[in-house]
């Protein structure tokens, strides 16, 4: 039985990539936290690093950013490995993310890329989109998700930036925000 709207899961996610463009470069590293949408608990998580099969193509800033180095990610997993975990947790929930155009474009090509079944709900919430409703009038000038975190009191994502930490954050954003 299909559940409602409202009895969804939410899949807030975070994802680490080696750029900006999800043609050319790729998910490194996959964080994920699925909560319930009336309790705003935590159902379950995914934390994986996955192993680049083109790391030529990274930016240099990118890699920076996400701290990936070779040894870190020597027991990494393959795309097909990864998407196919994140489909199970995944399946009937609506996305979630912070920037939420970039994060489903890495998630939408690799789900093209490795042929795992997306079964998640076509719906996607973008937490930007949610703080600029709930916060326009707060006097704060920037919306990216630590400028977001430090307003409501939530401590930023430490550097360097990791996908479970962007989704843990990201999480309590989301919190925050539908208390608001």
Avoid at 62 to 87: F, R, T, V
Avoid at 119 to 130: I, K, N, Q
Avoid at 135 to 149: D, Q, Y
Wanted: hydrophobic letters at 45%; glycine letters at 4%; aromatic letters at 8%.
């Amino acid at each position: 039985m299909e559940r409602k709207i409202l009895a969804r899961p939410i899949a807030i996610t975070d994802v680490e990539t080696t750029g900006l463009d999800p043609k050319v470069q790729e998910i490194v590293e996959i964080g994920l936290v699925v909560i319930d949408q009336s309790t705003l608990m935590i159902i379950d998580t995914l934390n994986v690093k996955i192993k680049p099969e083109h790391i030529e193509t990274a930016s240099e800033f990118a890699l920076k950013l996400n701290g990936y180095n070779s040894a870190d990610w020597e027991k990494a997993i393959s795309l097909p490995e990864a998407m196919a975990l994140y489909a199970e947790k995944t399946k009937e929930a609506m996305f979630c993310a912070h920037n939420v155009t970039f994060d489903w474009s890495f998630i939408a090509e690799s789900f093209k890329k490795t042929g795992v079944k997306n079964e998640m709900d076509y719906h996607r919430l973008d937490l930007f989109t949610m703080a600029w409703m709930k916060l326009k009038n707060s006097g704060l000038e920037k919306l990216n998700m630590n400028e977001v975190a430090k307003f409501l009191g939530i401590p930023e994502e430490p550097l360097p930036h990791r996908g479970i930490n962007g989704a843990m954050t990201e999480y309590e954003i989301y919190k925050k925000l539908i208390m608001l």
